[in-house]
């Protein structure tokens, strides 16, 4: 056992390695569907930078709490990721795909902070309101709007393309702003 390790139940422990796990699997997802948008067939370079920069992000967090479980004294236990989804139907059927899984991840974080409320450990409670929580709801909020004037420009039309190019040279910022 670490020397380091207080008040930082097991349970916990096992639950953070879960969220390490579903942050893999999300970047994962998101290198999928960066690769998508990038294909010759779909070319979509403003949804394919997009989604590569949140593939990093999921990276960075899974990191993040792998950092964080060899401070508490814990240990980190990686799992097998499974191998994401590869094509979808249309640009807008991916970033429906990317809103369910930040759903499922910011569901997934309530569960934990649930268990380490249980667990009286208000430390990692604090973490994960002010590393994850508000940043995830964040993302949801952007993703959200990302769908929606998606269905403003409609299918594969001229509109997609110029929706497109402004992610591309404006950033998320120009199109949900």
Avoid: C
């Amino acid at each position: 056992m670490s020397l380091a390790k207080q008040n930082f139940s097991n349970v916990v422990e096992d639950a953070i390695n879960q969220q390490i796990a579903m942050e893999q699997a999300a970047a994962h997802t998101y290198l999928s569907i960066s690769s998508y948008m990038g294909s010759d067939s779909v070319a979509l370079p403003g949804l394919e930078k997009f989604f590569r920069e949140q593939a990093e992000e999921e990276r960075e967090h899974a990191q993040n709490l792998m950092n964080y479980q060899n401070t508490r004294g814990g240990q980190v236990v990686l799992q097998t990721v499974p191998a994401p989804e590869f094509e979808w139907v249309s640009a807008k059927n991916a970033v429906e795909s990317a809103l369910q899984l930040e759903k499922d991840v910011n569901k997934s974080l309530l569960r934990i902070e649930s268990l380490a409320e249980e667990q009286n450990d208000s430390e990692f409670v604090m973490h994960l309101r002010t590393k994850f929580l508000k940043e995830q709801v964040n993302s949801i909020e952007d993703i959200s709007k990302l769908i929606t004037q998606l269905n403003r420009v409609g299918g594969d039309s001229l509109g997609l393309y110029l929706f497109d190019q402004t992610l591309l040279k404006e950033g998320i910022d120009a199109i949900v702003g």
